[in-house]
């Protein structure tokens, strides 16, 4: 079965530090990961995905997230926080033994301190 | 191109009603998959369709039903509400499920 963990309900970060949300997978095979990002009344926006080759991808609005298959971890990073980020962040995984639907983990909500 | 829409954006229902929303697919998608997200809550996988066929489902009874027209838009339907169906319910088209998913703003409902 596939699933994802997200171990951190809430990060703060101040403006123009690092950010680093955090996320472990488990599947079998090979996985197909992504992140997403919910504001306030609003549906989910795709920020990157992972499906195979390079281990750092970069995605939206600056976004980039590290695979480490040995660690199962896919943590998605920015270098320089912006207010703008604060919002909800999802990290998903593909059901590729079933109908390709994503199980998404339980959020982290970003608040990035002016 | 268009994005994914949903209609109605928020709905109020009591107990024991019926409900359907709606969703129309982006440009080009034959795939849409409904979610259900609780408040606090991820996503959580209801059903999929694809090309009018239902090709997937997750945890939900039977009461949780679905349509996909043959322009790919889909209709979801809950019979005999229950509070606990209170949650925002989003909707999101792809390409045959194997690639990235388009999701729309979804559809808050609330049942009393």
């Known amino acids: 079965a596939q699933s994802v963990a997200q171990p951190e309900d809430q990060v703060n970060v101040a403006e123009g530090n690092p950010l680093t949300v955090k996320c472990t997978y488990s599947v079998s095979g090979n996985p197909y990961l992504f992140w997403y990002v919910q504001y306030p009344n609003r549906g989910l926006q795709f920020l990157l995905k992972y499906i195979t080759g390079d281990n750092l991808v970069k995605g939206s609005y600056g976004f980039e997230a590290e695979f480490n298959k040995s660690q199962t971890s896919f943590h998605l990073k920015k270098p320089s926080a912006l207010v703008s980020d604060s919002a909800l962040y999802f990290c998903a995984v593909r059901d590729i033994a079933g109908a390709n639907n994503l199980f998404f983990g339980t959020g982290t909500r970003l608040t990035v301190i002016p | 191109e268009t994005g994914v829409t949903q209609s109605p954006t928020h709905l109020i229902k009591t107990r024991g009603q019926q409900v359907t929303l709606r969703c129309s697919s982006q440009?080009?998608?034959?795939?849409v998959s409904w979610y259900q997200q609780a408040l606090g809550q991820g996503p959580q996988f209801i059903f999929q369709?694809?090309?009018?066929?239902?090709?997937g489902r997750g945890n939900f009874p039977p009461r949780f039903s679905g349509l996909q027209f043959p322009n790919y838009s889909s209709e979801l339907n809950v019979n005999a509400l229950e509070l606990d169906d209170s949650a925002l319910y989003l909707c999101?088209?792809?390409?045959?499920?194997?690639?990235?998913?388009?999701f729309g703003s979804g559809t808050r409902l609330t049942v009393v």
């Open positions: 440009s080009g998608h034959n795939t």
């Open positions: 999101a088209s792809s390409l045959d499920g194997t690639r990235g998913y388009t």
């Open positions: 369709y694809y090309r009018e066929e239902e090709n």
